[in-house]
């Protein structure tokens, strides 16, 4: 078993979603296989919410326990805009672990935030800025 930790460094240039003042970002991570059929999550986890931020820092951790291998995991990246109610989906990447030769070092990635995955605003140039380690 093994143990994939996942720090959000920060992200930039995000859109304002909701047009009512700045957005309001988080992200959610889901670690899941990426099968044809029956994917198995193995967990998901929240970020702190940044009020009124389009360029926020985070520097958080998130550990995803007795993971079997990363052969065929993906990390999903979903950014949100904290509304009350129905939260806004600014966009989302994924990210295909076995491309990317983890280790114990500290792997940096650099991903561009779709809008349009998830009907979020066209913003091209919004990032998010993770740095993976694996552990066995």
Request: glycine share 6%; proline share 3%; charged share 40%.
């Amino acid at each position: 078993m093994g143990k994939l930790t996942v720090n959000l460094d920060k992200m930039r240039n995000l859109s304002d979603d909701d047009g009512m003042g700045r957005s309001d970002p988080y992200v959610k991570f889901e670690l899941e296989e990426d099968n044809t059929f029956l994917d198995k999550s193995f967990g998901k986890k929240k970020s702190t919410v940044k009020k009124g931020d389009c360029n926020p820092d985070y520097d958080e951790v998130f550990i995803f326990d007795d993971v079997t291998s990363l052969d065929t995991l993906t990390l999903n990246v979903q950014v949100k805009d904290d509304d009350i109610g129905k939260d806004d989906a600014i966009g989302e990447c994924k990210i295909k672990l076995s491309e990317l030769n983890l280790s114990s070092e500290p792997t940096e990635i650099e991903r561009v935030v779709d809008p349009k995955m998830k009907g979020g605003w066209f913003s091209r140039d919004a990032k998010v800025f993770l740095r993976l380690t694996w552990e066995e």
